[in-house]
């Protein structure tokens, strides 16, 4: 459910301190049908069967007998064209979910080789400049926002969405649009960071992933694997670095 991982420390104005944080575990779990794979889900892994019957249930699959084939399986007494034709394949909440293969990611993506660095103190005003740009939560305080950050801290632009993966899939799709150099900004989430928002970010080529909550396992992992330097818990004065803290200055 959890494990322990080293990170930075770094209290704006202050020292710089190697600890353990407990972060959430995240990891996919495949659904099978009779054997044959059908969907992913990235999930924090307890009560699989649970998760399963309930995604079902929520498609409109009525509930087929079930069981734990590996620890990271669950399988289907089911035909795999009664959950194929389904909504299983493609959702909002999870960019990989539908995907047969989950380490394609290494495939597609290169470790991002950027050198630059940011201060401390920008980095810690960074969910605030965000939080400003926010126009529709302070209306209906039920959004998710992502904002590009350039080198020298100013924002370029932000999206708000009601998923989170949406968010940042708007702001990416903006800057391809317009030809933004994503290898010169920071990333910054108003959420949680999990896998497929690191993932999202790996693929842009962003060298920053800075989120005002926690990120998971995975997440950390994908940073670390890319050179992306992993914030999280950036509030109050205060940053957890999870990977590649060397990008970031007193």
């Not at 305080?141 to 801290?153: F, N």
């Not at 998923?163 to 990416?172: E, I, T």
Request: proline share 4%.
């Amino acid at each position: 459910m959890h494990e322990p991982r080293t990170i930075e420390r770094i209290t704006v104005g202050g020292a710089r301190e190697i600890d353990r944080d407990v972060v959430v575990e995240e990891a996919p779990l495949v659904l099978t049908a009779r054997g044959r794979e059908v969907a992913v889900v990235m999930r924090t892994p307890g009560h699989d069967l649970e998760l399963i019957r309930g995604l079902l249930h929520a498609e409109g699959v009525a509930a087929p007998s079930l069981r734990q084939a590996e620890p990271d399986v669950v399988d289907a007494d089911l035909d795999e064209a009664a959950l194929v034709r389904r909504a299983l394949t493609s959702t909002a909440a999870c960019g990989v979910c539908g995907r047969a293969a989950i380490a394609d990611l290494e495939t597609r993506a290169r470790a991002i080789d950027a050198e630059w660095r940011l201060d401390a103190a920008a980095i810690a005003r960074f969910p605030d400049t965000l939080r400003a740009a926010q126009a529709t939560f302070d209306a209906t305080g039920g959004l998710h926002g992502a904002a590009l950050i350039d080198r020298g801290g100013a924002l370029v632009a932000a999206r708000e969405d009601v998923g989170r993966h949406n968010a940042v899939d708007k702001l990416v799709g903006w800057g391809l649009g317009a030809g933004i150099a994503f290898a010169d900004h920071a990333l910054v989430l108003s959420g949680r960071l999990g896998y497929e928002l690191a993932q999202k970010a790996v693929l842009a080529g962003l060298p920053f992933v800075i989120a005002v909550s926690a990120p998971s396992t995975l997440a950390i992992d994908v940073c670390e694997r890319f050179r992306v330097t992993g914030c999280g818990f950036v509030r109050a004065g205060r940053i957890n670095v999870y990977s590649h803290g060397w990008r970031i200055v007193p």
